[in-house]
Nanobody
Framework: QVELVESGGGLVQPGGSLRLSCAASGSIFSIYRMNWYRQGPGKQRELVAGITSSGSTNYADSVKGRFTISRDNAKSAVFLQMNKLKPEDTAVYYC?????????????WGQGTQVTVSS
């Protein structure tokens, strides 16, 4: 199993920056991919960014050029650097870990952290 602990959310003005962190513990070497999802008010949950164990990344079109996902060398944490934030980025952001064990897939979720972009 993997436990995910998120931090870094908060209130920021438009154009500002935040850096979200997600610390993973447990079977970290079974993690194939880590992702950031978000769910804004009245919206469906959407994938924001993902990074595989090999370092490949992908981003939602709405955040390309503004957000950067990264991981530490031990692959025990994932980060989301968010720049040029917009009000529409306001959402609860969730860390997700996709595990591959014994040719099976498992998903674990953090508790979510609130990001509010407002003047």
């Amino acid at each position: 199993q993997v436990e995910l602990v998120e931090s870094g959310g908060g209130l920021v003005q438009p154009g500002g920056s935040l850096r979200l962190s997600c610390a993973a513990s447990g079977s970290i070497f079974s993690i194939y991919r880590m992702n950031w999802y978000r769910q804004g008010p009245g919206k469906q949950r959407e994938l924001v960014a993902g990074i595989t164990s090999s370092g490949s990344t992908n981003y939602a079109d709405s955040v390309k050029g503004r957000f950067t996902i990264s991981r530490d060398n031990a692959k025990s944490a994932v980060f989301l650097q968010m720049n040029k934030l917009k009000p529409e980025d306001t959402a609860v952001y969730y860390c997700n870990a996709d595990l591959r064990e014994d040719k099976r897939s498992f998903n674990y979720w953090g508790q979510g952290t609130q990001v509010t972009v407002s003047s």
